[in-house]
């Protein structure tokens, strides 16, 4: 997301601790970022500039980042003149997306320079430059030629000039002023349309919070003049008393960073900080780590998907030879009838139609016209050992197959399912562990990483619940945590987590059992569908063959129950409420 400006003066208010800061370090781990590591009375710091299209963005950050072995140009620059400065202060241009940071620095001589580093967060017109004392651009990071902009030129030695903006400064902004801009355009965009600073989000809030629905057109400039002085008391309240938070969607993903909570948006998918720098920061954070998982599931579920067309692919061979197990019979027939009527069969013949005695129906036998009678004959009840001995071999392969697609099934489940790095290591493991990824580094070491700890619950009449994270988590929870009068549940011919209701000697009562069934069917691959069948048993009658892979068991004495996935009563039950 963008920074608006109104996130900007808190986090410039903020940075004002900085003041007295000692630049250390200057990096640029991307080819649009710059981070000042900075030594400061409270400790070390990072200062994070970003003049990305969808990100910029200045704030603290405790986000490490790799760096290129070799500094870009412009970080060069910087450290040449600004690498062993101090920060002297933070401004922002009224309420717009600019900042600057008065820095003072020792040049070759000693004598101590002044510079700004100016950084406009501008979406991709977003940029950071170096200024000397007369305000001229020393360098920028992006330079913009008469060709790229007619309107405004960024380049070395040209006068450094705020870019153009012809919206109000809500803070200081006389009031009829912003009501006669407020009038210019439907209030929905008028908003954001006319003032500094204000995102749509912002914007919205603003109107909400002002009319608590849509917002009226205006009719006359009393109305206007209501709004602004609305806005302007909304912006110094806020920015006075500010809650910084970040606000997550229903998926659990970040969906924009504010000053304070915005009034359209749920409690529940909010995080507060301290800080207006930390919230951001945890943003990135909570994005940075989003995408970090999103990779690797895209790593391993790539894998699976590679081992399962290749074993799809042997199946589908073993599958071929069971069918052929039919040809059997034929053949065996086929050979006998040719003995019995061996003198009756010429070499050089391509077929016989000879007397089925089985069913005293002529069939027509094939022949090979370069063999004597006897040696079709041999032929045919060759190719019937032949094809019983693959018959045996097929059955066996088919099955171990099968299974194997199961586990992996099971696998991909684990992996879409996985909520941490922690989950997904140990998809990994396995995947390593039985060859379906090349192995790590890690190989090497002896495999003794502690299992995630399974989902907890209680049932509404105090049953406890424990659910596998995967399909080492389940077989650690079904073999060697639930007692054997335990109750196991699991979705029929589904992936999906191994679920234990705890007895202690009780008889469970059917809400518990149903909450369980609930459970099993939300973990499960039946998650986003209907009703789903789940059956349950007691844990004494689970068991696992032998060489059977993680999560992998069998059972009988079982009960089937349809019950339909809950989210929000597995959440409940989870957080115990």
């Known amino acids: ?42 400790g070390k710091k990072q200062l994070v500039l970003s003049a990305n299209a969808s990100d910029c963005r200045i704030h603290l950050t405790d986000m490490k980042r790799d760096n290129p072995k070799t500094a870009p140009n412009f970080c060069m620059f910087l450290r040449k003149y600004i690498g062993n400065g101090r920060i002297e202060g933070f401004s922002q241009c009224g309420m717009d997306r600019v900042v600057s940071i008065s820095i003072s620095a020792k040049d070759e001589m000693g004598v101590v320079v002044w510079y700004d580093l100016v950084v406009e967060i501008m979406s991709k017109h977003s940029n950071i430059m170096l200024l000397n004392v007369d305000g001229k651009i020393m360098e920028s990071l992006k330079h913009v030629s008469f060709d790229v902009s007619r309107v405004r030129q960024v380049l070395p030695g040209m006068k450094y000039s705020f870019p153009p903006s012809e919206k109000l400064d809500p803070l200081t902004a006389d009031i009829s002023d912003m009501a006669r801009r407020l009038m210019e355009s439907p209030v929905s965009h008028a908003v954001c349309d ?41 912006l110094k309240q806020n920015l006075a008393f500010s809650r910084p938070c970040l606000q997550k969607n229903g998926a659990g ?33 909570l994005r940075r780590e989003i995408s970090a998982m999103n990779a690797g599931k895209n790593k391993l579920l790539s894998a699976i998907k590679k081992n399962r067309a290749r074993i799809s692919k042997k199946l589908k061979i073993q599958n071929e030879t069971l069918a052929s197990a039919q040809n059997i019979e034929k053949y065996r027939i086929y050979g006998e009838l040719i003995t019995a009527n061996i003198y009756a069969i010429k070499r050089g013949m391509k077929s016989a139609e000879l007397l089925n005695y089985y069913t005293n129906e002529p069939v027509v036998v094939p022949l090979d016209e370069k063999l004597s009678p006897s040696a079709n004959a041999t032929k045919y009840f060759k190719r019937v050992g032949k094809l019983k001995n693959a018959l045996i071999v097929a059955k066996k392969q088919s099955v171990l197959y099968s299974d194997e697609l199961k586990y992996l099934d099971d696998l991909e489940y684990c992996t879409n399912s996985a909520a941490t790095p922690e989950d997904l290591e140990e998809v990994r493991l396995d995947l390593e562990k039985y060859g379906y990824l090349p192995a790590g580094h890690q190989d090497k070491v002896k495999r003794s990483d502690p299992l995630s700890s399974p989902y907890q619950f209680t049932s509404s009449d105090g049953f406890s619940i424990l659910a596998g994270r995967n399909s080492r988590g389940n077989d650690a929870l079904t073999m060697r945590v639930a007692g054997k009068d335990d109750l196991w549940f699991h979705g029929r011919n589904i992936p999906g987590s191994h679920v234990i209701l705890f007895t202690k000697g009780k008889q469970p009562s059917e809400t518990a059992i149903f909450e369980a069934a609930t459970i099993a069917a939300t973990l499960s691959k039946a998650k986003s569908s209907g009703k789903t069948d789940i059956d349950y048993a007691p844990r004494s009658h689970v068991w696992k063959a032998n060489g059977a892979r993680p999560g992998m068991v069998l059972y009988d004495g079982h009960t089937t129950i349809t019950v339909k996935p809950d989210p929000e009563l597995t959440e409940r039950l989870r957080s115990g409420i």
């Open 194 to 234: 006319s003032l500094q600073g204000i995102s749509h989000q912002t914007a919205e809030d603003i109107l909400q919070k002002k009319y608590s629905g849509k917002a009226p057109q205006f009719t006359n400039e009393a109305e206007a003049r209501s709004l602004a002085s609305f806005i302007a008391e909304y």
């Open 1 to 42: 997301m963008t920074m608006d400006g109104v996130t900007l003066h808190k986090i410039v208010e903020e940075l004002s601790s900085l003041t007295g800061a000692k630049i250390e370090k200057i990096q640029q781990p991307a080819s649009d970022e710059i981070v000042l590591r900075l030594h400061t009375l409270s």
């Open 253 to 285: 993903l970040p969906v924009f960073y504010s000053v304070v909570p915005y009034a359209a948006y749920s409690e529940a998918g909010r995080i507060y900080y301290k800080t207006m720098n930390e919230a951001v920061d945890g943003y990135y954070a």
